[in-house]
Nanobody
Framework: QVQFVESGGGLVQPGGSLRLSCAAS????????MGWYRQAPGKERELVAA???????GYADSVKGRFTISRDNAKFTVYLQMNSLKPEDTAVYYC???????????WGQGTQVTVSS
């Protein structure tokens, strides 16, 4: 079964940027859609960025224009570039396989993103 390891989180000031990485244990990009999810304290996990196997992308309204999802097939890695970060972006971020927005793979440990001055 594929496993995911997220990294790249940290503490950043409002307006700053971070680049998250999600390394898969094996190639899973052939025919699979991927997604970045986040879960803030006291809230449900939500999908914020999606990447189809064909390269199409989609974003939650709250991050549109600020976040960019991409992948490197050779490295089995999916990225999330986050710019113009806001305090409300504070959450644990996870990647996963997704099917019409629903996560269908195993969850990794996530990576904490904290946006605060």
């Amino acid at each position: 079964q594929v496993q995911f390891v997220e990294s790249g989180g940290g503490l950043v000031q409002p307006g700053g940027s971070l680049r998250l990485s999600c390394a898969a244990s094996r190639s899973i990009f052939g025919g699979y859609d991927m997604g970045w999810y986040r879960q803030a304290p006291g809230k449900e996990r939500e999908l914020v960025a999606a990447l189809s196997s064909g390269g199409g992308t989609g974003y939650a309204d709250s991050v549109k224009g600020r976040f960019t999802i991409s992948r490197d097939n050779a490295k089995f890695t999916v990225y999330l570039q986050m710019n113009s970060l806001k305090p409300e972006d504070t959450a644990v971020y996870y990647c996963n396989l997704q099917n019409y927005g629903r996560a269908v793979g195993p969850w990794g440990q996530g990576t904490q993103v904290t946006v605060s001055s």
